[in-house]
């Protein structure tokens, strides 16, 4: 089981970044799948989740109103579209598969996890 993502860049404030997560190995169309970040020296931090069919979706604060998670389960990928970014926003970003139908804002509820992709912006 693989979660690949990609998409992350150096970009400035105020550009927008896509970035994709694709699962190879098994289908994740009944799980809910989700983005966190970490920075450096920070802990890893929720950025957003959505539910199995796509029906459901979670922002943090931080991001909410510039992000738009979405997905395609027969692909089997999930993208994160990010608006407006911020210097803030730079981090590893990392694309999760959940143990539940229904997105979580809580890292223990995704068993599953791709490699990061490095989001920079610049000011």
């Known amino acids: 089981v693989q979660l690949q993502a990609s998409g992350g860049g150096l970009v400035q404030a105020g550009d927008s970044l896509r970035l994709s997560c694709a699962a190879s190995?098994?289908?994740?169309?009944?799980?809910?799948m989700g983005w966190f970040r970490q920075a450096p020296g920070k802990e890893r931090e929720f950025v957003a989740a959505?539910?199995?069919?796509?029906?459901?979706?979670l922002y943090s604060d931080s991001v909410k109103g510039r992000c738009t998670i979405s997905r395609d389960n027969a692909k089997n990928t999930m993208t994160l579209q990010m608006n407006s970014l911020k210097p803030e926003d730079t981090a590893d970003y990392y694309c999760?598969?959940?143990?539940?139908?229904?997105?979580?804002?809580?890292?223990?509820?995704?068993?599953?996890w791709g490699q990061g992709t490095l989001v920079t912006v610049s000011s």
């Open positions: 959505i539910s199995w069919n796509g029906g459901r979706t």
């Open positions: 999760a598969a959940g143990r539940f139908a229904v997105g979580s804002s809580a890292p223990y509820d995704y068993p599953y």
């Open positions: 190995g098994r289908t994740f169309s009944n799980n809910a």
